[in-house]
């Protein structure tokens, strides 16, 4: 049995922010998610985060995961204090507890699963997770046999210069056999600077002790200040985008694109520069994304161009074409081998297969059938100062170029509307609506201030 335990209690104050700093984004998650996730793949029977500073706001952002319990570390004494909450909650409990900070996000599955695999397979006491780091300045160093089993931690500061040259150093992670962890966890002291306990001095009463490096020194980052986030993240895009193009999918200019671990992308897409996609998005094989595009919460189907254009919760079917600078937001849903061309905005509306808005345009909450076609410059008049209405257009139907169409309105099936035209009232199948004023010439004429 495998028991979880997330340090998320602290503060944070080199963010700079009133937000806890475990709840900050990295690509879209939470870096408390991203851990959660990351443990995800050792099925562990318990799951506690150990929470502090603004507890409730960290159990507000959790709550899509009912099986997280938490513990209230109410003074922040050091991550031994912090394990030691888990003693009334773990009584019981006869298994292997795997220790992580909420604020170290990059850690592989494969990472802790190899971490575990050791623990359990050598019969460990404690096992902890290291790393070789060319510039370990700063950070304690761990010395060990060459069984990998631990001699003794020094910190830096008391390293002689022959101890210096050792480049491993204690990533903070560890999996502990928590029968023996809770026999000790009293025994901590803080005869410190800081006055604090360390979850560090409890392998000083644990043997064996085995330590496994990490087999990339990126997956220990912690999250302190802005800067190392935004390191983070990119990293995280590093990988993201290696595996995609390992998977099939060309990436321009990788570094002037974003991608969310959330997205999938279909084989043979293309992702042009300065791209964007993020959260619950899809993206079908064959489709041409970019440039300058942001796709976020939106499934986008087999062989679409889309170029120079926003969408958002909302779909778009295969073989459509889009933009430049097209707007689709708030659910639309756009059919099969449709064109929405330049400067069209789309707002909670439904495209029928093969309909055409190809300039200029604004649709609001209309639901239009297919082979429509939508002339430049029409709007949806969907307000009315305090309700939105609907519009609906039957197939095959032509609006004219200019037409303002004044919901609620309901257009037949192969209508066609006169440019220029405001139309007020519903339209039955099969004919042409004609509402503007005829043109009239007056020779000669002068505004006043001329004829003067």
Known sequence: MVAVAILAAGKGTRMRSDLPKVLHLLGGRSLVERVLIGCGVLQPERQLAIVGYQAHRVKAAMLDYPDLEFVEQTEQLGTGHAVQQLLPHLADFEGDLLVLNGDVPLLR???????????????????????????????????????????????????????????????????????????????????????????????????????????????????????????????????????WMAAGVTIVDPDSVTIDDTVQIGVDAIIEPQTHLRGNTTIGSGSRIGPGSLIENSQIGTNVTLMYSVATDSSIGNNANIGPFAHIRQHVQVGESCRVGNFVELKKSVLGDNTNVAHLSYLGDATIGKQVNIGAGTITVNYDGKHKHQTTIGNFTRIGSNNTLVAPLNIGSQVTTAAGSAIVSDVPDDCLAIARSHQTIKPGWRPKWQQE
């Open 109 to 243: 599955p494969e990472t802790l699963t190899a971490l575990l695999q050791t623990h359990q397979q050598h019969q460990n006491a404690a096992t902890i997770l290291t790393a070789q780091l060319a510039h370990p300045q700063g950070y304690g160093r761990v010395f060990c046999d060459s069984n990998n089993l631990l001699q003794e931690i020094i910190e830096d500061r008391d390293c002689t210069d022959i101890q210096r040259q050792n480049r491993r150093v204690n990533a903070g992670i560890y999996c502990f056999n928590w029968q023996k962890l809770q026999a000790v966890l009293p025994k901590l002291q803080s005869n410190n600077s800081q006055q604090e306990y360390y979850i560090t001095d409890a392998v000083n009463f644990l043997s064996p002790v085995m330590v496994y490096d990490v087999p990339d020194e990126r997956e220990i980052l912690g999250i302190n200040d802005r800067r190392q986030l935004a390191t983070a993240y990119q990293i995280l895009q590093s990988r993201i985008k290696d595996d």
